[in-house]
Structures are given as structure tokens and as C-alpha cells.
């Protein structure tokens, strides 16, 4: 029976990966996807049919994949981090509907980037938190932005996905100039490289010097709320849920 997994693949470790996703990758008679992520389980994968490509096709991965799948093929797309978290599942079923496809799609959850970096911080994200994107390929400027001073407004931990690019380089310089205007210039921040990856590092600064960290594509940027605090060894944060200790 023809079927589309959006698989969530995690972070990238094996041990990151939840037991359906690896399931779907197994069930699949053809594994879809970003040259990058199918690299990262190629372990996994075995002598699978494999279509992958580069950044700013997934259209046309998912296209594809729907082709395939149409002609009774099972096919597992994946997704770096939950495949509904700046990932390839609305994509996916944005095209299904708009063809009006009987395929059956399922979306299979993984551990996303932000509570990946959070595990590693410590628990920054025990209260409300808002995660925005600084990629504005999609999404206009003008839009981040309003989405920028609201967040900093309500006081909540803030998540910040694709940080910084070469093609992007002062996006973070201005989410940290709007939320200054809200948030104390000691607010701590946590920044995370390749969270929960073999190379994986991590920093714990303020959002007076974030300008001053080593930040690009492949980091996530914590930052707290007012009551968000860092431990007596200066290695974890802790944003507090409001318990009386």
C-alpha cells in the first residue's frame, strides 16, 4: 500500500532517534531527502533506494515523493530535528491537498533543534518560550521583526533558528537590538553547535555579547526570560517553573 513517511530524524545521533523513526525508515521501499540528512543516517538505510538533493529543493522532494508513492511505492521523506518544526511536513501535505492525492501521509515525530540545545543548556525552556526563525527567504523581515519585539514584550525564553548565514550576517545583531529594548543586557543566552551531534559545543554569554559568539547556521540560540538564570559553575541555565524550593 502506497504511504509517505515525514520522518523527524532528530538531532543526528542514533540514540536521538525515537523507535518510529526508525521504523519508517525500515518499512520504506525509498528514502527522500536532503543530501546533508540522508549522510546522517546512512547506517541506517542499507541498500534502500535513495533520492537526495541540495538546499531550497524541497518542492521538488516532495513532489517526488508523492510521484513515487503514487505508484504504490512506500516512501520515508526525512527531516533534520521534528519534521514539523521548520521541516518538511506542512510542505508535504500542503502538496497533497493541493493535487488532491489519496496517498496517506504520516507524520512521524522527532526531537527538535530547540529542546535538543535545551537539554544541553541545562533547563532554559521550563516556562512559556517562543520559537521564531531569523531566515527571512520565507518569511519578510518586516514580519520576524513584529514577531521579535512581541516575544521580547511578553518576556518569554526565545529560541532562535538559522541564527546567522553568510548571506544573512547581521540578522542576529538586530533580533538583539530589539529584544535590548526589553530584556536586561545580562539576560542570559545559551548558544549550541551542532546540539546533540559528534562535534557538538556550546556557550553560555548575555545578550548585551552575543554579537561577540561564534554563530552560524548550524547553532540555535537560547535566550532567557527575566527570572532565567545561569548555576554557580557558570554550565547550565536555569529558568526557574515557579516552585517554592
Not at 525515537?18 to 531527502?33: F, M, N, P, R, Y
Not at 512506500?74 to 519534521?83: E, F, M, R, T
Not at 527571512?136 to 514577531?147: G, P
Request: net charge negative.
Amino acid at each position: 500500500m502506497s504511504k509517505i513517511y515525514v520522518t523527524g530524524i532528530g538531532p543526528g545521533l542514533y540514540e536521538h532517534m525515537t523507535e518510529a523513526a526508525k521504523a519508517s525508515l525500515e518499512d520504506a521501499d525509498v528514502i527522500v531527502g536532503y543530501k546533508t540528512y540522508i549522510d546522517i543516517i546512512a547506517d541506517l538505510i542499507g541498500d534502500k533506494e535513495v533520492l537526495s538533493s541540495g538546499m531550497r529543493r524541497e518542492i521538488d522532494r516532495c513532489e517526488k515523493a508523492l510521484e513515487l508513492a503514487e505508484e504504490g511505492k512506500k516512501i520515508c521523506l526525512v527531516s533534520s530535528g521534528d519534521a514539523g518544526v521548520f521541516g518538511m511536513a506542512g510542505i508535504m501535505l500542503e502538496i497533497v491537498e493541493a493535487k488532491n492525492s489519496d496517498v496517506e501521509v504520516e507524520i512521524i515525530p522527532g526531537i527538535s533543534a530547540a529542546n535538543a540545545a535545551a537539554s544541553t543548556l541545562g533547563a532554559p525552556l521550563m516556562h512559556d518560550y517562543a520559537v521564531i526563525s531569523l531566515s527571512d527567504l520565507l518569511t519578510d523581515w518586516a514580519v520576524i521583526e513584529k514577531r521579535l519585539h512581541c516575544a521580547g514584550e511578553g518576556d518569554f525564553i526565545i529560541s532562535l533558528y538559522n541564527p546567522k548565514s553568510k548571506g544573512r550576517p547581521h540578522n542576529i545583531e538586530s533580533a538583539q537590538k530589539i529584544l535590548l529594548e526589553y530584556k536586561a543586557p545580562e539576560t542570559p543566552v545559551g548558544i549550541v553547535r551542532n546540539a546533540k551531534r559528534k562535534d557538538e559545543s556550546y556557550v553560555i554569554t548575555t545578550l548585551k555579547k552575543i554579537h561577540e559568539a561564534d554563530i552560524d547556521m548550524f547553532s540555535m540560540v537560547i535566550i532567557g526570560n527575566s527570572k532565567t538564570y545561569v548555576t554557580r559553575d557558570q554550565l547550565k541555565m536555569i529558568t526557574p517553573r515557579g516552585y517554592q524550593l
